[in-house]
């Protein structure tokens, strides 16, 4: 089957079936299993964290207390029902860079593109690249030949930090992956129900609202072609800055509207009362002059345990799913 996922991992192995996310106030387990209908969440799980034991940083320290994340992730796990030996680990966007690198020839050999790649991201990586895990997927074809590249650039020492938090709960994760990019993931696959005929999506754009970043991800289709990521600031920031972006997007990207735009991480964990999620989607309604709807990864796998799908618990599951089903579908 076509793999439909725009992105790598940041590291790479056989697929899991459990995947775990790490964000800066929760943690979130979710096990996704395949039956005759599809697949389904057989299980889930989240636990709060304390304000300051997870911050996520480029360059900083992450796991800024080992012991309380790693006895939230043991509850987890135990709310789950089992305690997973290997896990796919979800973790904010910006412990890495990301860049949209377009090449007018491509080379044909794998070393001279991994090569080309890389003196391309050394100029503006923050940190020596010999010290950072760099992963790179195929973007869209330009109509002149060329092909853009989504590129990952992350520090080594920052991502083992989430995995060994892991390991002290009892699991490996041998794939590590971006909060957005799973967003991502589960969005396209709801779309396409893992059929084989071409996307239905046409372009859209996926609001993503952290504490402490917001990320806009612009797709078309499946193929990213707009990604910007930024610290949360005031008051407002966030209405600007997709206005901004829909207007580059108008002007820079050949864009004729968005056939959707969903908004995703606000209520998640309770990161911000319901009240002022309602806000933020009413104002970038009024921006886009078009509805904003709110992330529902039921399309892709469906919840099997008759639990009341509040918003709060659909935006948690919605990116370890994505990473589930990136892997199920490759």
Known sequence: MKDRSPLRALLAAPPPTVAVEIASRR????????????????????????????VPSLTGTNIADRAVVAGALGRMFDRMGARARRVALVVPDVVAKVSLLKFEQVPGRAADLDQLVR??????????LEDAQVAYSPGATAADGGREFVVTVARRDTLQEYEQVCAAAGAHAGLVDLASFNLINAIIASAHGFRKESSPLGDWLLVHVTPEYSTLAIVRGDDLIFFRNRPTAGEGDLADLVHQTAMYYEDRLGGAGFSRVILAGAAAGGTLPPAEVERIRR????????????IDPRGAASLTDRISATPDLLDALAAPVGLVLREAVA
């Open 27 to 54: 943690v979130t387990g979710v096990a996704v299993s395949r039956g005759s209908q599809g697949f389904g969440i057989t299980a889930h799980a989240t636990e709060s964290l304390l304000e300051g034991a997870v």
């Open 119 to 128: 003196w391309q991201v050394r100029k503006a990586a923050p940190f020596r």
């Open 283 to 294: 104002e970038l309604e009024e921006r886009l002059g078009g509805r904003v709807e709110a």
